[in-house]
Protein backbone atom coordinates (compact mmCIF):
# COMPACT_ATOMS: atom_id res chain seq x y z
CA UNK A 1 0.00 0.00 0.00
CA UNK A 2 1.40 3.43 -0.87
CA UNK A 3 1.52 6.80 0.90
CA UNK A 4 1.76 10.24 0.30
CA UNK A 5 4.49 11.56 2.80
CA UNK A 6 6.44 14.82 3.90
CA UNK A 7 8.84 16.03 2.62
CA UNK A 8 11.09 17.02 5.68
CA UNK A 9 14.13 18.12 3.87
CA UNK A 10 12.66 22.24 4.27
CA UNK A 11 10.60 22.78 7.10
CA UNK A 12 7.55 21.45 6.29
CA UNK A 13 5.14 23.55 7.84
CA UNK A 14 6.48 26.99 8.66
CA UNK A 15 3.16 28.31 9.91
CA UNK A 16 3.13 25.66 12.46
CA UNK A 17 6.25 26.27 14.04
CA UNK A 18 5.98 23.78 17.17
CA UNK A 19 4.90 20.95 14.75
CA UNK A 20 7.60 17.89 14.26
CA UNK A 21 7.33 14.71 12.11
CA UNK A 22 8.43 11.30 12.69
CA UNK A 23 9.07 8.78 10.58
CA UNK A 24 7.56 5.71 11.93
CA UNK A 25 6.20 2.49 10.85
CA UNK A 26 6.57 3.36 7.18
CA UNK A 27 4.36 6.70 7.53
CA UNK A 28 5.04 10.39 8.97
CA UNK A 29 3.15 11.21 11.76
CA UNK A 30 2.93 14.91 13.02
CA UNK A 31 3.26 15.57 16.89
CA UNK A 32 3.88 18.34 19.34
CA UNK A 33 5.31 18.43 22.80
CA UNK A 34 4.69 19.98 26.20
CA UNK A 35 6.90 20.37 28.99
CA UNK A 36 10.40 18.75 30.24
CA UNK A 37 10.96 15.28 28.41
CA UNK A 38 12.85 14.05 31.48
CA UNK A 39 8.99 14.51 33.24
CA UNK A 40 6.75 11.34 32.89
CA UNK A 41 5.09 11.11 29.57
CA UNK A 42 1.38 11.15 28.77
CA UNK A 43 0.26 10.39 25.20
CA UNK A 44 -2.96 12.00 24.01
CA UNK A 45 -4.65 10.08 21.23
CA UNK A 46 -7.50 11.86 19.23
CA UNK A 47 -10.86 10.53 17.77
CA UNK A 48 -12.49 9.70 14.24
CA UNK A 49 -11.04 12.21 11.22
CA UNK A 50 -9.95 15.00 14.09
CA UNK A 51 -6.97 17.27 14.08
CA UNK A 52 -4.87 16.91 17.38
CA UNK A 53 -5.69 20.19 18.04
CA UNK A 54 -9.37 19.42 19.27
CA UNK A 55 -6.87 18.25 22.18
CA UNK A 56 -6.87 22.20 23.70
CA UNK A 57 -3.65 23.30 24.13
CA UNK A 58 -4.78 24.64 27.53
CA UNK A 59 -5.39 21.34 29.03
CA UNK A 60 -1.72 20.19 27.36
CA UNK A 61 -0.02 22.62 29.08
CA UNK A 62 -2.13 22.33 32.53
CA UNK A 63 -0.79 18.84 32.47
CA UNK A 64 2.73 19.61 31.27
CA UNK A 65 2.36 22.62 34.56
CA UNK A 66 1.59 19.83 36.95
CA UNK A 67 5.00 17.95 35.86
CA UNK A 68 4.28 15.81 32.84
CA UNK A 69 5.65 15.85 29.33
CA UNK A 70 2.99 15.82 27.22
CA UNK A 71 2.29 14.30 23.23
CA UNK A 72 -0.78 14.84 21.10
CA UNK A 73 0.03 13.74 17.99
CA UNK A 74 -2.41 13.58 14.16
CA UNK A 75 -3.33 10.02 13.96
CA UNK A 76 -2.24 8.90 9.85
CA UNK A 77 -4.87 9.80 7.36
CA UNK A 78 -5.73 13.15 9.29
CA UNK A 79 -4.06 16.91 9.74
CA UNK A 80 -0.68 16.70 8.89
CA UNK A 81 0.43 12.98 9.34
CA UNK A 82 0.65 10.24 6.00
CA UNK A 83 -2.09 10.51 3.70
CA UNK A 84 -3.02 7.28 3.35
CA UNK A 85 -3.33 6.16 -0.46
CA UNK A 86 -6.11 3.35 -0.62
CA UNK A 87 -9.17 3.06 -1.99
CA UNK A 88 -11.80 5.61 -0.04
CA UNK A 89 -14.89 2.91 1.24
CA UNK A 90 -18.78 3.92 0.72
CA UNK A 91 -20.78 3.40 3.80
CA UNK A 92 -21.98 -0.14 2.30
CA UNK A 93 -17.87 -0.93 2.25
CA UNK A 94 -17.63 0.41 5.85
CA UNK A 95 -20.80 -1.60 7.03
CA UNK A 96 -19.79 -4.73 5.50
CA UNK A 97 -16.15 -4.48 6.39
CA UNK A 98 -14.69 -4.30 2.75
CA UNK A 99 -11.91 -1.96 1.24
CA UNK A 100 -10.19 -2.00 5.25
CA UNK A 101 -7.10 0.05 4.29
CA UNK A 102 -5.80 -0.42 8.07
CA UNK A 103 -6.83 -1.60 11.12
CA UNK A 104 -6.92 0.11 14.41
CA UNK A 105 -4.15 -2.30 15.41
CA UNK A 106 -1.90 -0.72 12.74
CA UNK A 107 -2.80 2.74 14.45
CA UNK A 108 -1.42 1.71 17.59
CA UNK A 109 1.62 0.66 16.21
CA UNK A 110 1.81 4.11 14.40
CA UNK A 111 1.60 5.61 18.27
CA UNK A 112 4.26 3.11 19.70
CA UNK A 113 6.55 3.75 17.29
CA UNK A 114 6.01 7.17 17.65
CA UNK A 115 7.12 7.07 21.45
CA UNK A 116 9.97 4.53 20.24
CA UNK A 117 10.96 7.55 18.16
CA UNK A 118 10.57 10.20 20.98
CA UNK A 119 12.66 7.15 23.41
CA UNK A 120 9.46 6.60 25.50
CA UNK A 121 8.99 3.45 27.28
CA UNK A 122 6.35 3.61 29.56
CA UNK A 123 3.17 6.38 29.01
CA UNK A 124 0.32 7.33 30.80
CA UNK A 125 -2.07 7.17 28.22
CA UNK A 126 -5.38 9.15 27.54
CA UNK A 127 -7.66 8.19 24.42
CA UNK A 128 -11.12 9.45 23.37
CA UNK A 129 -13.43 8.16 21.32
CA UNK A 130 -11.36 6.07 18.75
CA UNK A 131 -8.34 6.84 20.35
CA UNK A 132 -9.67 4.85 23.08
CA UNK A 133 -10.02 2.28 21.16
CA UNK A 134 -6.47 2.84 19.72
CA UNK A 135 -5.24 3.15 23.21
CA UNK A 136 -7.11 -0.09 24.98
CA UNK A 137 -5.28 -2.15 21.93
CA UNK A 138 -2.24 -0.77 23.08
CA UNK A 139 -2.50 -1.71 26.26
CA UNK A 140 -3.67 -5.07 25.31
CA UNK A 141 -0.84 -5.56 23.17
CA UNK A 142 2.07 -3.97 25.62
CA UNK A 143 0.33 -3.60 28.87
CA UNK A 144 4.26 -3.18 30.50
CA UNK A 145 4.86 0.01 28.76
CA UNK A 146 1.39 1.65 29.82
CA UNK A 147 1.10 3.26 33.54
CA UNK A 148 -2.33 4.21 33.15
CA UNK A 149 -5.27 4.59 31.05
CA UNK A 150 -7.64 7.76 30.58
CA UNK A 151 -10.44 6.85 27.89
CA UNK A 152 -13.11 8.88 27.22
CA UNK A 153 -16.70 8.29 25.33
CA UNK A 154 -15.38 5.32 24.00
CA UNK A 155 -16.27 1.37 24.08
CA UNK A 156 -15.11 -2.02 23.92
CA UNK A 157 -15.48 -2.96 20.51
CA UNK A 158 -18.33 -5.05 21.31
CA UNK A 159 -21.53 -4.35 18.78
CA UNK A 160 -24.14 -5.10 21.89
CA UNK A 161 -22.90 -1.66 23.53
CA UNK A 162 -22.35 2.07 22.99
CA UNK A 163 -24.09 1.74 19.79
CA UNK A 164 -25.05 5.37 17.90
CA UNK A 165 -28.89 6.92 17.87
CA UNK A 166 -30.97 6.53 15.05
CA UNK A 167 -30.99 9.92 14.23
CA UNK A 168 -27.03 9.58 14.28
CA UNK A 169 -26.52 6.73 11.67
CA UNK A 170 -29.19 9.09 9.64
CA UNK A 171 -27.30 11.63 9.81
CA UNK A 172 -23.67 10.17 9.24
CA UNK A 173 -25.38 8.09 6.20
CA UNK A 174 -26.50 10.98 4.52
CA UNK A 175 -23.81 13.67 5.30
CA UNK A 176 -21.74 15.22 2.34
CA UNK A 177 -18.21 16.63 2.15
CA UNK A 178 -18.87 20.32 2.84
CA UNK A 179 -17.95 22.88 -0.54
CA UNK A 180 -15.69 25.06 0.74
CA UNK A 181 -14.16 26.38 4.14
CA UNK A 182 -17.08 28.58 5.17
CA UNK A 183 -19.64 25.53 4.76
CA UNK A 184 -17.46 23.35 7.09
CA UNK A 185 -17.30 26.31 9.66
CA UNK A 186 -21.20 25.86 9.85
CA UNK A 187 -21.44 22.47 9.76
CA UNK A 188 -18.81 22.13 12.36
CA UNK A 189 -21.39 23.76 14.73
CA UNK A 190 -24.35 22.16 13.20
CA UNK A 191 -22.10 18.45 14.41
CA UNK A 192 -21.02 19.89 17.60
CA UNK A 193 -24.70 21.05 18.27
CA UNK A 194 -26.35 17.84 17.73
CA UNK A 195 -23.61 15.65 18.92
CA UNK A 196 -21.90 17.58 21.60
CA UNK A 197 -23.16 19.34 24.91
CA UNK A 198 -24.82 22.57 23.92
CA UNK A 199 -25.06 23.99 27.16
CA UNK A 200 -20.73 23.93 27.42
CA UNK A 201 -20.55 25.04 24.30
CA UNK A 202 -19.27 28.28 22.56
CA UNK A 203 -20.05 28.43 18.43
CA UNK A 204 -17.34 31.20 18.26
CA UNK A 205 -14.64 28.94 19.38
CA UNK A 206 -16.04 26.16 17.33
CA UNK A 207 -15.76 27.79 14.20
CA UNK A 208 -12.50 29.18 15.13
CA UNK A 209 -11.23 25.85 15.71
CA UNK A 210 -13.05 24.03 12.38
CA UNK A 211 -11.00 27.27 10.42
CA UNK A 212 -8.13 26.30 11.81
CA UNK A 213 -8.21 22.76 11.19
CA UNK A 214 -9.14 23.54 7.38
CA UNK A 215 -6.75 25.60 7.16
CA UNK A 216 -3.87 22.98 7.92
CA UNK A 217 -5.26 19.82 6.51
CA UNK A 218 -8.88 19.13 4.73
CA UNK A 219 -9.34 15.73 3.84
CA UNK A 220 -12.42 13.83 3.70
CA UNK A 221 -11.41 10.49 2.46
CA UNK A 222 -9.27 9.84 5.44
CA UNK A 223 -11.90 9.80 7.73
CA UNK A 224 -13.77 6.86 5.92
CA UNK A 225 -10.97 5.39 6.13
CA UNK A 226 -10.65 5.54 9.83
CA UNK A 227 -14.39 4.80 9.69
CA UNK A 228 -13.42 1.80 8.11
CA UNK A 229 -11.18 0.76 10.89
CA UNK A 230 -13.27 1.33 13.74
CA UNK A 231 -15.95 -0.82 11.94
CA UNK A 232 -13.49 -3.84 11.60
CA UNK A 233 -12.31 -3.30 14.81
CA UNK A 234 -13.16 -6.78 17.29
CA UNK A 235 -14.75 -7.04 20.62
CA UNK A 236 -12.37 -6.51 23.37
CA UNK A 237 -14.52 -7.28 26.33
CA UNK A 238 -12.83 -10.46 27.06
CA UNK A 239 -9.38 -9.26 26.90
CA UNK A 240 -10.01 -6.44 28.61
CA UNK A 241 -10.59 -8.03 31.98
CA UNK A 242 -6.66 -9.40 31.90
CA UNK A 243 -5.78 -5.84 32.60
CA UNK A 244 -4.38 -4.55 35.43
CA UNK A 245 -3.64 -1.03 34.62
CA UNK A 246 -5.41 1.30 36.45
CA UNK A 247 -8.07 3.04 34.21
CA UNK A 248 -10.68 6.00 34.50
CA UNK A 249 -13.75 5.85 31.91
CA UNK A 250 -15.20 9.21 31.45
CA UNK A 251 -18.46 9.10 29.61
CA UNK A 252 -21.46 12.07 28.70
CA UNK A 253 -24.49 10.34 29.73
CA UNK A 254 -25.93 12.02 27.27
CA UNK A 255 -23.33 11.08 24.30
CA UNK A 256 -25.66 10.18 21.55
CA UNK A 257 -22.71 8.82 19.56
CA UNK A 258 -20.97 6.27 21.65
CA UNK A 259 -23.99 5.41 23.91
CA UNK A 260 -23.02 5.68 27.70
CA UNK A 261 -23.18 1.62 27.64
CA UNK A 262 -20.14 1.53 25.80
CA UNK A 263 -18.17 3.66 28.87
CA UNK A 264 -20.33 1.53 31.70
CA UNK A 265 -19.38 -2.12 29.82
CA UNK A 266 -15.20 -0.80 29.12
CA UNK A 267 -15.55 -0.02 33.17
CA UNK A 268 -17.11 -3.04 34.14
CA UNK A 269 -14.36 -5.48 31.84
CA UNK A 270 -11.32 -3.62 33.29
CA UNK A 271 -10.72 -4.73 37.03
CA UNK A 272 -10.81 -1.58 39.64
CA UNK A 273 -11.70 0.82 36.84
CA UNK A 274 -13.14 3.88 37.89
CA UNK A 275 -16.54 5.32 36.00
CA UNK A 276 -17.53 8.68 35.70
CA UNK A 277 -20.34 9.96 33.88
CA UNK A 278 -21.04 13.89 32.89
CA UNK A 279 -24.83 15.11 32.92
CA UNK A 280 -25.85 17.24 30.13
CA UNK A 281 -22.30 16.15 28.09
CA UNK A 282 -22.13 14.63 25.12
CA UNK A 283 -19.61 13.27 22.36
CA UNK A 284 -17.36 16.25 22.66
CA UNK A 285 -14.36 17.79 24.64
CA UNK A 286 -15.93 21.61 25.26
CA UNK A 287 -13.32 24.05 26.61
CA UNK A 288 -15.59 24.80 29.61
CA UNK A 289 -14.96 21.01 30.75
CA UNK A 290 -10.96 19.97 29.57
CA UNK A 291 -10.10 21.24 33.53
CA UNK A 292 -12.51 18.35 34.85
CA UNK A 293 -10.87 15.92 32.30
CA UNK A 294 -7.39 16.61 33.15
CA UNK A 295 -7.96 16.52 36.83
CA UNK A 296 -9.44 13.13 36.06
CA UNK A 297 -6.23 12.53 34.56
CA UNK A 298 -3.98 13.74 37.35
CA UNK A 299 -6.20 11.94 39.76
CA UNK A 300 -5.82 8.56 38.58
CA UNK A 301 -1.96 9.30 37.81
CA UNK A 302 -1.72 10.33 41.58
CA UNK A 303 -3.62 6.80 42.56
CA UNK A 304 -1.04 4.55 40.82
CA UNK A 305 1.96 6.44 41.69
CA UNK A 306 0.61 6.04 45.27
Not at 38 to 52: E, K, N, P, Y
Not at 113 to 125: G, K, P, T
Request: charged share 20%; glycine share 8%.
Amino acid sequence: MAATTVDTDTPPFPEWPTIQVAPVNGIEIAYETFGDPADDAILLVMGLGTQMLAWPESLCTALADAGHFVIRFDNRDVGLSTKIDAPVPSIPDILLRRKVAYTLDDMATDAFALLDHLSIERVHLAGTSMGGFISQTMALRSPERVRTLSLSMTSTGSKKVGRPSAAVIKMMATAKPPAGRAAAVEDAVTVNTFLGSPAHQDSDQIRELAGIAWDRSHDPDGRLRQLGAIMAQPDRTARLRSLRIPTVVVHGLSDPLVAVTGGLALAKAIPDATFIGHHGMGHDLPLTKWRELADDMLALIARAEA
